[in-house]
């Protein structure tokens, strides 16, 4: 078949018209060094700080340091499969992380993947794991409580919506239990509770998950987990992922409480990278910003103004002491950026005070102003009462005689020590609060032997439910002691005293 040069000439014409030159810019660098879940990677001149670039093998990781010829990025994976000189790609997006309702009863790693086995996190919201804090002017004072369940707190160191309570102690001193019985005593309000756990053995983390299932409580949770087998970079972002997934709430008008357990292991994890991406170290060893690692996480807790819908987080955040020493970096870190401390101390613990509070040292810098007045009325003896109890108790055990004056302080302080102790999982409504609290403030305990204080407390509580139930009532709902509840609860603890001294 002869070929007609003229239709050949004029079908590759066409084909050159149809033809589009796409130029594809795709930004790529090498791996220079790996190790220790850190990559030194060459060529990504354009890379911003904190954004995701991906490494053969799907394996993540975010950029944490950027230098003259090189940038220094933390890995989200095993760094076992990644090698040198393999090929690295920008993704142009920051670190995010996915948030909204379905996350809640869920236990995820804080890049939002579950852990529980209920299979994949149905959602299209993210947030970026650096989120901007409030302002000053989008903030509102810290004015609503936020009820622990736990008498010593409640009355003596009130958490309001918006605040950072900082709670702080040795190991095995109660930290971690404050923390749950706060999530248990959400059940009946409207407040989500996010409990982070950076660093601490999976087997613990698998405790609490099933101490909140088994009270109900995972059905308002989220558990954000990155174990001690996590790698450093996952124990690094969980806070921040933790907050991220709060601030959703905060912003669509509801109120959170994150817990952040702890932030020591937090430190220490973000030491580790940065001592491997060689910059400078300070104090202990912790990079020169370590103050602001924190401080930029917990400065997102807030209570916003009304016009922004009125959300709240609370943060609190958990820091663990070596032998009781606040004054180390951290903790002094934290102390500072916090709005006051839950102080356990390891020799209370031990004593059977629990829990195990030191009054003293413990403050909340909002004070009365996140407590119902009820509450307030009752608690300001009571602090009192403890702290004359204390100065006294020290030189009575010199064996002096004492004036009655005196003795009858230290009987009401003891009584009321007795009075604040709390068993675990067991957190009080503030109207049970405030009657048994009334009943020791006002020494209606003082001829009880110490022994039968835990037996007043339980067995008055059921007896005033049962035969005057406005009392309850009224506080929950007036949320002050008048002086025809006062009356009330006067009657109530005499008619009581008659039947439990038989």
């Given amino acids: ?22 130029l594809e810019m795709e930004s790529v660098g090498t791996v220079l060094q790996v190790g220790d879940g850190i990559a030194r990677i060459w060529g990504l001149e354009d890379a911003m700080m904190s954004e995701l670039v991906t490494f053969p093998g799907d394996v993540m990781g975010m950029i944490l340091n950027l230098e003259e010829d090189n940038v220094g990025c933390a890995i989200f994976g095993d760094d076992r499969q990644i090698k040198e000189g393999d090929t690295v790609r920008r993704t142009g997006k920051v670190i995010s992380v996915p948030v909204g309702d379905a996350l809640v009863g869920r ?3 804080p890049l939002g993947r579950p852990l529980d086995g209920k299979g994949a996190v149905v959602t299209d919201n993210f947030r970026p794991l650096e989120g901007r804090a409030p302002s000053v002017v989008e903030r509102q004072p810290v004015k609503e409580p936020v009820q622990t369940g736990l008498k010593a707190i409640d009355s003596m160191i009130p958490i309001g919506r918006g ?11 109660g930290k971690t239990a404050i923390a749950i019985d706060t999530i ?7 407040v989500f509770c996010i409990y982070v756990a950076i660093g601490q053995k999976a087997s613990t983390v698998a405790q609490v998950v ?6 109900g409580a995972m059905d308002y949770t989220i558990v954000v987990n990155a174990s001690a087998t996590s790698p450093a970079p996952m124990q690094f972002i969980a806070p ?19 817990i952040y357990d702890d932030l020591s292991k937090h430190a220490t994890a973000y030491r580790q990278l940065s001592l491997l991406l060689r910059r400078p170290p300070g104090r202990e060893a912790f ?9 930029r996480l917990l400065e997102r807790a807030a209570k916003l103004n009304d016009e922004l819908g009125g959300g709240s987080l609370t943060a609190l955040p958990i820091i663990e002491t070596q032998a009781g020493d606040v004054t180390a970096y951290i903790p002094t870190n934290v102390i500072s950026i916090t709005d006051g401390q839950i102080f356990l101390e390891g020799d209370l613990f031990y004593s059977g005070i629990r829990p195990a509070i030191n009054v003293g040292i413990s403050v909340s810098r909002v004070g009365g102003n996140a407590q119902t007045k009820a509450m307030k009325k009752v608690a300001g003896s009571l602090r009192l009462d403890l702290a004359q109890y204390r100065e006294l108790a020290s030189f009575a055990q010199f064996g002096s005689d004492l004036d009655k004056a005196t003795q009858r302080q230290l009987t009401r302080g003891e009584r009321m020590v007795e009075l604040l102790k709390q068993n675990q999982y067991v957190p009080m409504v503030v109207e049970d609060q ?14 009880l032997p110490v022994s039968r204080v835990r037996e007043f407390e339980e067995k008055f509580i059921e007896f005033m439910h049962k035969e005057f139930p406005d009392v309850g009532h009224g506080i929950k709902n007036e949320g002050k002691l008048s002086d025809e509840i006062v009356s009330k609860l006067e009657q109530g603890v005499k008619k009581f005293k008659e039947t439990f001294a038989k």
């Fill in 210 to 215: 099933e101490v909140l299932r088994k009270y």
């Fill in 184 to 190: 248990i005593n959400q059940r009946n309000t409207d």
């Fill in 287 to 295: 990079p020169g910003d370590v103050f602001y690692l924190h401080s």
């Fill in 240 to 258: 921040y992922a933790g907050c991220a997934i709060g601030e959703e709430f905060l912003h669509s008008k509801r109120h959170v409480v994150c």
């Fill in 1 to 22: 078949m002869a070929l007609n040069p003229e239709e050949v000439s004029s079908v590759i014409a066409q084909e050159i018209d149809k033809y589009e030159g796409k």
């Fill in 434 to 447: 405030v009657m048994v609290l009334w009943a020791g403030a006002n020494g209606h305990l003082d001829d």
């Fill in 107 to 109: 236990v995820v790693d």
């Fill in 163 to 173: 605040q950072r309570e900082l709670i702080i102690g040795d190991r095995q001193t």
